[in-house]
């Protein structure tokens, strides 16, 4: 049975990656509450090619 609710599976992306110019990318998978944040959601995290934190921005 599917879940109900407002919480949706979103993909985050580093921002800083494409202007590096290093191949390869960082993406995460987490989730967020539509009704709370309805505007797209930005965080820190680690990327592993650049290592180092950067923030990621959710994407589509």
């Known amino acids: 049975m599917a879940k109900k609710g407002n919480r949706v599976q979103v993909i985050l992306e580093c921002t800083e990656h494409k ?5 390869g990318t960082s993406r995460y998978i987490s989730t967020k509450n539509r009704k709370n944040t309805p505007d ?19 994407i589509k």
Request: glycine share 4%; charged share 40%; hydrophobic share 30%.
């Open 19 to 23: 202007d590096s110019g290093v191949p």
């Open 40 to 58: 797209r959601l930005e965080l820190k995290k680690y990327n592993p090619v650049l290592k180092k934190v950067t923030v990621h921005r959710e």
